[in-house]
């Protein structure tokens, strides 16, 4: 017989088969996952959200991935590369509104004259900071060179979803070329992690394909690479892109959202003292969405400060919200609905990843 979700939360280590019985809980159950998730974020990692500000600052992309609407092969896409003043302004506003970290992100180019614009920036943001401000960076697949000139520059935290964790579904939703290719991409997250970046990936959850046998590998995944930070949320289709086209297999929105919930939950869980982003998406489905995934682990939330006429064209996924706000607006809101549900913000703290002070002790 199988045990009961409040006796597979006792276990100090899940199989995949624990995972996937978690995933599949439902009513009551579920909620005895997210109380144990809420537990343990409190326990091990507190209260507090904290802050990383997003800029958008490119949606120039010479990736092709078949789910995201900023796809190369998206001509529909106007496409906008913010003035490296705007990107510093965006910076200062994080810095003077105390939120601890900003978080810049942009579609994939590898070419010198933007690896060195970046470089450059980095630096500048160092300064304007005075070293205060946490900076993460999210710009896809570099050379070793490359992150770690980055590095070098003031990032000290990177983002690089692995998507999924099954190398055949991987493959299922990109382009099969060279310039898509798991390996690489998971060698770069190795990359970053040797250089001694807080290293953070991520998956996207309800993907067409995806079984839970793959979710809960991606949590395994997660687990055995030892990363410092994760941000995972629903996939969304974007009428957009290839992959629209398998809309109809798709599970519906609020199961998506649900599961991602539960693939938070569980992480927490397995991974006690990481940072787990409340993604963006989540609230593309629910208003509370992001507020909702603080509740059962998540612990880092991303407002968005990008220049507001440049948000409309930064659309990975479809509905994606706050694109009509200003920065202020965004923050305003967020930080309201945050301590409206008894979370406190840590403002002027970088927050970094507990996890990461940890793995580099041992
Ligand atoms: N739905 C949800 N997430 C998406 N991303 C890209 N396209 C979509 C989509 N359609 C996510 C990917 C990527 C991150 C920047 O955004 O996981 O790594």
């Known amino acids: 017989m199988q045990k009961t979700i409040a006796n597979v939360l006792k276990q100090d280590s899940f199989s995949k088969e624990n995972i996937v019985q978690l995933l599949k809980s439902t009513g009551e159950e579920q909620e005895v996952l997210f109380s144990e998730a809420l537990k343990v974020k409190l326990k091990h990692v507190g209260n507090c959200v904290y802050l990383r500000a997003l800029i958008e600052l490119s949606n120039i ?86 992150y770690q000139r980055w590095f070098d520059a003031g990032a000290h935290r990177y983002l690089l979803r692995i998507e999924s964790s099954n190398k055949g579904l991987y493959q299922q939703i990109h382009p099969n070329n060279s310039n898509h290719s798991y390996d690489a991409r998971l060698n770069c997250l190795q990359n970053l992690q040797d250089i001694g970046y807080q290293t953070g990936t ?117 509905n994606k919200p706050c694109i009509d706000e200003s920065a202020s607006e965004s923050a305003n809101k967020i930080e309201e609905k945050i301590t409206t549900q008894g979370s406190e913000i840590a403002y002027g703290k970088r927050g970094d990843s507990k996890h990461y002070f940890r793995r580099m002790n041992d």
């Open 61 to 146: 992309c010479q990736k092709d991935c078949l789910y995201c609407g900023i796809r190369a092969g998206n001509k529909n896409v106007s496409r906008y590369d913010i003035s490296d003043e705007e990107i510093l302004h965006a910076a200062k506003f994080a810095y003077n509104r105390h939120y601890g970290s900003i978080a810049l992100q942009a579609g994939e180019r590898v070419d010198k004259q933007f690896t060195v614009r970046i470089e450059n920036l980095l630096k500048r943001i160092t300064k304007l900071s005075n070293n205060e401000l946490g900076i993460t960076i999210s710009f896809g697949e570099q050379t070793k060179d490359t």
């Open 202 to 318: 991520g998956i996207m959850i309800g993907l067409p394909f995806q079984t839970y046998d793959d979710l809960a590998n991606d949590l395994l995944l997660l687990k055995d690479f030892d990363v410092d930070m994760v941000g995972m949320g629903p996939f969304i289709e974007h009428r957009e892109t290839p992959m629209y086209k398998y809309k109809k297999q798709l599970k519906s929105l609020h199961e998506r959202f649900t599961l991602s919930l539960k693939m938070i939950a569980i992480l927490r869980i397995l991974m006690k003292d990481i940072n787990i982003a409340a993604a963006t998406a989540l609230q593309a489905i629910d208003p509370f969405g992001r507020e909702k995934a603080i509740k059962v682990g998540a612990n880092v939330i991303m407002p968005n400060i990008t220049p507001t006429q440049n948000r409309a064209s930064y659309q990975l996924y479809q």
